[in-house]
């Protein structure tokens, strides 16, 4: 018998045609949502056959001590690991069985060689863009490695006869080469926009690409997680959920029970109607344009549930910026839709995913314990959507087929990275043109997505009636609860004339929140207003304190406001979009204007005041030289300010209406188009280049190819995957959650984690975590390890926790031990 796995507890093996099948069944069933299912199911059986070599066989039994070390066949393990390749055998075979299938059979067996020969890398670079490979054929080279070092031969012989029989007969089945050809079809059919460098048609290529290899990598993934550890199977709902209508049910309930408590909600009301009617429209891209304060969380699920019931659709994805708004909103929507949830069931229909605390090399622990979001209603940020469709490796990539056949919600999209915009907006296109999905684009200050260069990626909104809104404008004039004051001065306000008016103005209107650009500014005036004097509690928000740190504090800050206490708080811009709090005035530092936009919504949120105010203000000697987005957005809302005083009119008396949106944009898009393609610096990869050219053409290493060879390559295929992702993943600075010790229930968290050897028993605790993590930039992170501020719970797991000095009660994670300056103020 051939081994695939050998079950480290109890050391039973497992059959390798035993894991190939039961990854070949799954991969069919993920890789059927892009209509590629047999595809799918010829990866799975393929993706491990070099397992079958006597060099592989003979490595895993000296790996797990089922040969004694003083016979000849013993391998010293450690020597060989991650050198002996058993993923080129199954990539050589199908390209070599479909290339011979004429032109559309070459492309389908380069797509599905790129797959299997990736499956543990993340996926390769079929032309070389680095210094040491730049015009190289990757692909090329991987298909035609040498046979004593790929064993295909000796595999043949060896594997078993059925699972040969029946790849042999998927290579046969008449509907494989034509599958793939409507599917081609399809894409090429689609473009819109003629374009003769066919560079959205080839990114959109690449996404496929990518679609099929996530089917792989979750069917791997799986079937050996649950194989290793049994009980991890039972935690998997595999697509079987609480049906639609019953959510549906909950949901209508708790909107009939709604009292019209407030002068706007009649107003909410009629937003979360519109959207009922529009969820009959068919699947496609739509915006929902809504003023601050308008209810957009139950009124987007209304749509998204009764829409995912229309077309029959997996799951509903809401994709929010910020974590902040992440636990808000999915507490409100787990209470409607999981009204009985205990801490066993919780996630089974509302699942949380915002941070990462598993690392990208996983051992066996994070590969059961890392989601692939199997939940009909997920929330997930902005960070983690980017990571699935962009990122390297495999842990992001395993989600991307959970995003075909889904609603997928946007709140707050203005926040999308200018550098991903071309490459976000053919994503989505893909998703909805390929994946079967729908699209809700929602914010109060639009974005002009659809305006970018089209022959570089702009959102195809549907033509019918691309928003689901009706009469914005109108909208916008009745929800007009705040009346905007441009306090700026010359020379800039100091910290102290700041936290004097922030003081005067929680004083006078009851209430006050400071939205800062930075971290430090937060501190620095928290502490200033502390030492100030005032006679009422000052609160402090930012991203340094975990979800349930941040919960606690915003629940005493709306406790506070609702009984009319006065109360000032200063934060971060994670309270400006979609906070749900209610202030009496508001200060916001400088910023662009979709920014001053959503401080506004945190002012007089509820219209219970005739007209609350928000001051802008320009701090004297702020640095955002690093904040590239938040510096070039107050430069250009500044020039909407400038305007707007000199002829009000022109935007028709309202400085957070449509048309000063639409010129901010304008200005905005415009000042940054050379941007939106993501590009690359020459000290990144070796040349000037850009992550949709490295996802489509490739035309530079493509360039350099032919000037070598004098002609063009013959792969269809040439991006450089695996550069392109690395780029994005270190550009996109990504972050690992860590774990904190957060009031008694963060520490008991640890103790537990740290405890806990079963499984299971882990899998639920880290569900629970992601309410006690931090999101730690790279920097950071080393930093913190440096200091051995930061342990992991368990051997054999990079999931790690912060010890209890470097968590401040006021602040959260800091980078120095608390002690010393920990204090509460008010």
Same mark, same amino acid.
């Given at each position: 018998?051939?081994?695939?796995?050998?079950?480290?507890?109890?050391?039973?093996?497992q059959?390798?045609?035993?894991?190939?099948?039961?990854?070949?069944e799954?991969?069919?069933?993920?890789?059927?949502?892009?209509?590629?299912k047999?595809?799918?199911e010829?990866?799975?059986?393929?993706?491990?056959?070099g397992?079958?070599?006597?060099e592989?066989?003979?490595?895993?039994?000296?790996?797990?001590?089922?040969?004694?070390?003083?016979?000849?066949?013993?391998?010293?393990?450690?020597?060989?690991?991650?050198k002996?390749?058993?993923?080129?055998a199954g990539?050589?075979l199908?390209?070599?069985?479909?290339?011979?299938k004429?032109?559309?059979?070459?492309?389908?067996g380069?797509?599905?060689?790129?797959?299997i020969a990736?499956?543990?890398?993340?996926?390769?670079?079929?032309?070389?863009?680095?210094?040491?490979s730049f015009?190289?054929?990757?692909f090329a080279?991987?298909?035609s490695?040498?046979?004593?070092?790929?064993?295909?031969?000796e595999?043949?012989?060896k594997?078993?006869?059925q699972?040969?029989?029946?790849?042999?007969?998927?290579?046969?089945?008449?509907?494989?080469?034509?599958?793939?050809?409507?599917?081609?079809?399809?894409?090429?059919?689609?473009?819109?926009?003629?374009?003769?460098?066919?560079q959205?048609?080839?990114?959109?290529?690449?996404l496929?690409?990518?679609?099929?290899?996530?089917?792989?990598?979750?069917?791997?993934?799986?079937?050996?997680?649950?194989?290793?550890?049994?009980?991890?199977?039972?935690?998997?709902?595999?697509?079987?959920?609480e049906?639609?209508?019953?959510?549906?049910?909950?949901?209508?309930g708790?909107?009939?029970d709604?009292?019209?408590?407030?002068?706007v909600?009649?107003?909410?009301?009629?937003?979360s109607?519109?959207?009922?009617?529009?969820a009959?429209?068919?699947?496609?891209?739509?915006?929902?344009?809504?003023?601050?304060?308008?209810?957009?969380?139950?009124?987007s699920?209304?749509?998204?549930?009764?829409?995912?019931?229309?077309?029959a659709?997996?799951r509903?994805?809401?994709?929010?910026?910020?974590t902040?708004?992440i636990d808000?909103n999915?507490?409100?929507v787990?209470?409607?839709?999981?009204?009985?949830?205990?801490?066993?069931?919780?996630?089974?229909?509302?699942?949380?995913?915002?941070s990462?605390?598993?690392?990208?090399?996983?051992?066996?622990?994070?590969?059961?314990?890392?989601?692939?979001?199997?939940?009909?209603?997920?929330?997930?940020t902005?960070?983690?959507l980017?990571?699935?469709l962009?990122?390297?490796?495999t842990?992001?990539?395993?989600?991307m087929?959970?995003?075909?056949?889904?609603?997928?919600?946007f709140?707050?999209?203005?926040?999308?990275?200018?550098?991903?915009?071309?490459?976000?907006?053919?994503?989505?296109?893909?998703?909805v043109?390929?994946?079967? @999905?729908?699209?809700?684009?929602?914010?109060?200050t639009?974005?002009l997505?659809?305006?970018?260069?089209?022959?570089?990626?702009?959102?195809?909104?549907?033509?019918?009636?691309?928003?689901?809104?009706?009469?914005?404008?109108?909208l916008?004039?009745?929800?007009q609860?705040?009346?905007?004051?441009? @306090?700026?001065?010359?020379?800039?306000?100091?910290?102290?004339?700041?936290?004097?008016?922030?003081a005067?103005?929680?004083?006078?209107?009851g209430?006050?929140?400071?939205?800062?650009?930075?971290?430090?500014?937060?501190?620095?005036?928290f502490?200033y207003?502390?030492?100030?004097?005032?006679?009422?509690p000052?609160?402090?928000?930012?991203?340094?304190?975990?979800?349930?740190?941040?919960r606690?504090?915003l629940?005493?800050?709306?406790?506070?406001?609702?009984?009319?206490?006065?109360?000032l708080c200063?934060?971060?811009?994670?309270?400006e979009?979609?906070?749900?709090v209610?202030?009496?005035a508001?200060?916001?530092?400088?910023?662009g204007?979709?920014?001053?936009?959503?401080?506004?919504?945190?002012?007089n949120?509820n219209?219970?005041?005739?007209?609350g105010?928000?001051?802008i203000?320009?701090?004297?000697?702020?640095?955002?030289?690093?904040?590239?987005d938040?510096?070039?957005?107050?430069?250009?809302?500044?020039r909407?300010?400038d305007?707007?005083?000199?002829?009000?009119?022109?935007?028709?008396?309202?400085?957070?209406?449509?048309?000063?949106?639409?010129?901010?944009?304008q200005?905005?898009?415009?000042?940054r188009?050379?941007?939106?393609i993501?590009?690359?610096?020459?000290?990144r990869?070796g040349?000037?280049?850009?992550?949709?050219?490295l996802?489509s053409?490739?035309?530079?290493?493509?360039?350099e190819?032919?000037?070598?060879?004098?002609?063009?390559?013959?792969?269809?295929?040439?991006?450089?995957?695996?550069?392109?992702s690395?780029?994005?993943?270190?550009l996109?600075?990504?972050?690992?959650?860590?774990i904190?010790?957060?009031?008694?229930a963060g520490?008991?968290?640890?103790?537990?984690?740290?405890?806990?050897?079963?499984?299971?028993?882990?899998?639920?605790?880290?569900?629970?975590?992601q309410?006690?993590s931090v999101?730690?930039?790279?920097?950071?992170?080393?930093?913190?390890?440096g200091k051995?501020?930061?342990?992991?719970?368990q051997e054999?797991?990079?999931?790690?926790?912060l010890?209890?000095?470097?968590?401040?009660?006021?602040?959260?994670?800091?980078?120095?031990?608390?002690?010393?300056?920990?204090?509460?103020?008010?």
């Open positions: 018998m051939s081994i695939a796995h050998i079950r480290n507890d109890d050391g039973i093996e059959e390798l045609f035993e894991h190939l099948l039961g990854v070949s799954k991969a069919k069933f993920f890789a059927e949502k892009i209509g590629l047999n595809h799918g010829l990866l799975g059986l393929l993706h491990d056959i397992k079958y070599s006597q592989f066989q003979v490595y895993i039994k000296s790996a797990a001590g089922l040969i004694n070390p003083d016979e000849d066949d013993f391998i010293d393990v450690d020597n060989k690991r991650g002996i390749d058993h993923s080129t990539a050589q199908v390209w070599r069985k479909l290339s011979r004429g032109q559309v059979g070459k492309i389908a380069q797509m599905l060689a790129l797959c990736s499956h543990h890398s993340g996926l390769i670079d079929c032309i070389g863009v680095s210094n040491d015009g190289d054929d990757l080279k991987r298909m490695k040498p046979e004593e070092r790929v064993h295909l031969e595999i043949l012989c594997a078993d006869s699972l040969i029989e029946r790849v042999n007969s998927l290579v046969a089945s008449p509907d494989l080469i034509p599958d793939m050809k409507d599917v081609f079809a399809k894409i090429i059919k689609r473009q819109s926009i003629k374009n003769d460098n066919l959205v048609v080839n990114f959109h290529f690449s496929l690409v990518r679609s099929l290899f996530s089917a792989l990598i979750d069917a791997d993934r799986v079937d050996t997680a649950d194989f290793e550890k049994p009980h991890a199977a039972f935690h998997r709902q595999l697509g079987i959920y049906d639609w209508g019953t959510l549906i049910a909950r949901l209508e708790h909107l009939a709604l009292k019209l408590r407030h002068p909600d009649c107003l909410r009301r009629d937003i109607l519109n959207c009922l009617q529009a009959s429209l068919d699947k496609g891209i739509y915006t929902m344009t809504v003023p601050t304060g308008g209810g957009k969380t139950l009124s699920l209304r749509f998204a549930l009764h829409h995912a019931k229309k077309h659709m997996e509903i994805l809401y994709v929010i910026p910020f902040s708004i808000q999915a507490d409100v787990r209470s409607i839709l999981e009204p009985n949830s205990n801490p066993e069931s919780r996630g089974k229909i509302v699942l949380e995913h915002h990462n605390l598993t690392q990208e090399h996983q051992g066996w622990k994070e590969k059961v314990l890392s989601e692939n979001w199997d939940a009909p209603v997920i929330f997930t902005m960070v983690q980017l990571e699935t962009f990122g390297s490796g842990r992001g990539a395993r989600r087929h959970q995003l075909c056949n889904a609603v997928l919600v709140d707050e999209i203005q926040t999308l990275p200018v550098r991903c915009i071309h490459i976000f907006n053919n994503a989505m296109n893909f998703m043109e390929q994946g079967g @999905s729908t699209v809700l684009l929602c914010t109060a639009q974005p997505l659809d305006q970018v260069d089209p022959k570089k990626g702009s959102i195809q909104l549907s033509t019918d009636a691309p928003e689901i809104i009706p009469n914005v404008s109108r916008f004039h009745e929800l609860r705040v009346k905007v004051k441009d @306090s700026r001065e010359p020379g800039g306000w100091s910290l102290e004339k700041i936290g004097e008016l922030a005067n103005e929680a004083q006078h209107a209430s006050c929140l400071v939205i800062v650009n930075t971290k430090k500014e937060a501190r620095n005036l502490n207003c502390c030492n100030f004097g005032v006679e009422f000052v609160f402090h928000l930012s991203t340094n304190m975990c979800p349930a740190h941040r606690v504090v629940s005493e800050i709306r406790k506070r406001l609702t009984n009319n206490k006065p109360s200063v934060s971060t811009q994670l309270i979009a979609g906070v749900d209610d202030f009496g508001v200060v916001r530092f400088a910023a204007l979709d920014s001053i936009a959503q401080a506004a919504g945190r002012c949120r219209g219970c005041n005739k007209c105010l928000v001051h203000v320009n701090p004297k000697d702020e640095n955002l030289d690093k904040l590239p938040i510096l070039i957005g107050k430069d250009k809302a500044e909407v300010l305007d707007y005083a000199k002829d009000p009119g022109q935007f028709c008396n309202n400085l957070l209406g449509q048309e000063a949106m639409d010129w901010y944009y200005n905005y898009f415009f000042s188009r050379n941007e939106m993501f590009p690359i610096s020459s000290e990869i040349h000037d280049d850009d992550l949709l050219n996802l053409n490739n035309s530079l290493a493509v360039g190819y032919g000037k070598r060879k004098g002609n063009f390559p013959e792969l269809y295929f040439r991006q450089a995957f695996m550069t392109a690395k780029v994005f993943r270190a996109n600075a990504p972050t690992q959650g860590v904190v010790p957060y009031g008694d520490r008991e968290l640890i103790t537990d984690l740290c405890a806990a050897f079963e499984v299971n028993r882990q899998y639920k605790l880290l569900k629970h975590a309410q006690f999101n730690v930039f790279p920097d950071v992170l080393k930093r913190l390890i051995e501020a930061l342990r992991p719970v054999g797991t990079s999931i790690l926790y010890d209890e000095p470097y968590y401040s009660e006021t602040f959260g994670l800091s980078e120095e031990p608390v002690e010393e300056w920990r204090f509460h103020c008010g």
